[in-house]
């Protein structure tokens, strides 16, 4: 009953409840995709190769789906899904799964897409060479070729004006004299409706400004039927790759930006006349450095530029000023004073640091002004034993001059104390970390000896095996109980390897900076595309089993965020036909199959509680399952199943399959 209880405090925190009867990259970059606003769902979709990822006005989060390669995605009202093509196909997309709707006939090489909500067809259109486009247009049963656009022209922007129910293309004239033109749609032929000796770029219906708007290049532009008028200028810096306009309830304009800024984001948000980024969904951060807040669950990285925190579900980005800005210093958490510290480092006008700051996860805090002397590229190990925060190594640079430091330092909290002025060690800097499985600090020089501290004395441990540090860090994996760091081998170059205490021992190719979550024992590597989870309690959301009921649109369930103690970003997404329908949303504990006619089966052992809601206008209902913070949780299977009392379907029930959640890392 423990599992119960929990289970039902933390779905009866969800708004409506009713208590009668709810490996994977944390992170990634958008290059290569394809985005497009589902306004069922209210959510912004982006398709890379292989995945969907989502943005629901709040957090990223990546579906369990598998993606096709897809193009041109838009929103069809007649479908009431996003529609792509994929290859030759048209694909619709109902946030759960894909479903091929048809074929087009013919070779569809750089083929556009368009959903022309007026006539409820599909529309394709084909470059023809240099003698326009071949239109394509499908009516649900079968396709018809209308009138091409026109000759002598290349179609590069297309969309559909959903104000004045228009197709909209830009294209640009090769013969007469360049020239873009502007045509649109009449329901027979292709008008010329302006020309002009720019490119006003891709197109997409903007809901707030109820115009075309197209935003390829600086400043946007808008089109109401006549003429082009230039917006104010935006924060766009890069030209849009594609875009695709939002749902009427948010009123703006999202856009892909070509080329990814450091701690940037690729997806842009235009709400009234301003262009602003979107927080990141993965930070891409140079000379990354990497830690764990033990206090606080949070991954920290800081880079020269920005600084981030991984909560577990979704990269925060930290806006504190302080410290001043630079590159190449130290950063390690101070488990007793549950602090994050951070030694010198080098300025941006190149001259050498020797301040030292603390984050309590609010406020950086200039704790000491003196200490050590200034340097660059240290190391910083805790001591968990001592509770001391330990200083190695680094470098200094006085104009032509260059200070190499094989001193020791140590951090109370308050104050650097000198242990050592000149260690065994070589100068050559190094990476440091702790052991913790025997009470160690271990540090490998530059020069490739592996060295020890026990609280006393350095000890050579190892100078059989030439490994050189890449990071500055050695970082405790709790998973192997030893130390984890990326070192170069002179002759087989970078890779990840793993110290037992007497030798290093390959254990990956080359990886990013780690580290390590106790308390879930979750180990975290940073990429530069991706933040990767190592857990033996991988948080999943795996379907089985079918659903049952609708006609146009499956009856499906699908969990938006992960599960995982302490959540509170985990939604089970409801996809039905019928609207405005009471559904329930059923939890339980264990698969089972269980007919109940007209081919519906429930499929959830063990009932253990019951949601009563409704289906929205589109057939939607997103739930809130918010998880208890309790790792006893961990490893622990849920399943669940949504019914909906739909008239329309046999039995006037449609049933979801069901959706198992294994509450992890």
Known sequence: MRLQDLLLTAICAAPVCSQSLSTTPATSTFRSSWICY?????????FTPGQVWEWDGARWARLST????????VWSTTHN???????????AFDGHSFETIATVPGPVPGARLIADSLTGEVVVLVQNSINGSIHHRWDGTSWRLAAPTPSQSVVLGHGYDEGRNVLVIESIRLLGGLA??????????????????????????????????ASRTRPSYTWDGTTWSQLTPGTVDEPSVTQCTNGPLTGGTFSRVGQQQVGGSMIQFRLQQTWSPLPVAHPLASVPEFTFDTARGRAILMDAASMHEFDGNNWIGVTSTAPTQRSFFP?????????????????????????????????????????PPARRAATLAYDSARQRVVLLGGFERTGSSTTFFADHWEWDGTTWTLVNATTPMSNTGGAAGYDRARNRVVFVEGLGTTWEYDGQTWTPASRSQILTP??????????RQQLQSTLRDPQF?????????AQWTQIDN????????PARNVLFEYGTTALTLSTTNPASATHYGDGCGGQTIATTLTAFGRPRPGTNDLHLDLRAEAATRPAFFVLGVGRDQVSIGSGCFLRIQNPIATVLSFTDAFGVRSLALPIVDDAGLLGTDVTTQAVVLDPNSPGGLAVTQGLELAIGS
């Open 38 to 46: 589902d306004q069922a769902r209210q959510r912004l979709s982006v």
């Open 81 to 91: 899904r996003i529609l792509a093509m994929s290859g030759s196909d048209v694909v």
């Open 180 to 213: 873009y033109e502007t045509f649109e749609w009449d329901g027979s032929a292709w008008v010329l409706r302006a020309t002009s000796n720019r490119l006003h770029g891709n197109l997409a219906y903007d809901y707030g400004l109820r115009r075309i708007v």
């Open 470 to 479: 890449r990071d500055r860090t050695l970082a405790w994996n709790g998973q």
């Open 493 to 501: 170059g970078s890779a990840e390897y793993a110290w037992d205490g």
């Open 66 to 73: 598998t993606s096709p390669i897809v193009t041109n995605p």
């Open 331 to 371: 950063l390690v958490y101070d488990e007793a004073r549950q602090q994050t510290v951070l030694f010198g480092g080098v300025s941006p006008t190149m001259g050498d640091l020797g301040d030292t700051w603390v984050w309590d996860g609010s406020n950086w805090t200039q704790a000491a002004a003196s200490g």
């Open 510 to 517: 080359e990886q990013g900076p780690v580290t390590y979550d």
